[in-house]
């Protein structure tokens, strides 16, 4: 497989607008997560942070692999996660439906000393509050490595 033309991703994915959706945690679920992941007791209906990243995962209306073809790129590729930033606006909740908005805000290209050539895709999603308002932000970056056919 031959490496895809940077600036030609760049045209297609930077600017790309995520069809969005919605993502609701069922009280059972917001339970198994804290319990999976021996969370301390949260009071009330108050998610785990985490929420911010699989909530958007799971609203954003599109699949990793689908995410992955707007870099060209496909499980088979080696894609792993890079950069992870999250902003909490407002303690997201169980039983409480968030919109979630947002699309590719950037797509670069690296090359490092021992992984070589990498393209990196940055997509920025928003968890909407039903009263309109940002209640979180997830940032991803994507790391897709590059390998020429020999």
């Given at each position: 497989m031959?490496?895809?033309?940077?600036?030609?991703?760049?045209?297609?994915?930077?600017?790309?607008?995520?069809?969005?959706?919605v993502f609701r945690v069922a009280e059972y679920e917001r339970w198994l997560s804290h319990d999976a992941m021996h969370s301390p007791p949260i009071a009330g209906r108050i998610l785990h942070p985490v929420w911010i990243l699989l909530g958007a995962l799971r609203g954003?209306?599109?699949?990793?692999?689908?995410?992955?073809?707007?870099?060209?790129?496909?499980?088979?590729?080696g894609t792993?996660?890079?950069?992870?930033?999250?902003?909490?606006?407002?303690p997201l909740q169980a039983e409480?439906?968030?919109v979630v908005r947002g699309g590719v805000?950037?797509?670069?290209?690296?090359t490092g000393k021992r992984a070589g050539l990498m393209d990196l895709m940055?997509?920025?999603?928003?968890?909407?509050?039903?009263?309109?308002?940002?209640?979180?932000?997830?940032?991803?970056t994507f790391v897709f490595p590059r390998r020429s056919a020999a």
């Open positions: 031959s490496v895809p033309d940077i600036d030609a991703l760049r045209e297609r994915a930077v600017g790309h607008r995520f069809p969005g959706g954003m209306g599109v699949t990793i692999d689908e995410l992955t073809a707007l870099a060209e790129a496909g499980a088979h590729d792993v996660f890079g950069e992870t930033v999250m902003e909490q606006h407002a409480v439906e968030y805000t950037d797509l670069v290209r690296r940055t997509f920025r999603l928003e968890l909407v509050d039903p009263g309109g308002e940002v209640a979180a932000v997830s940032e991803q």
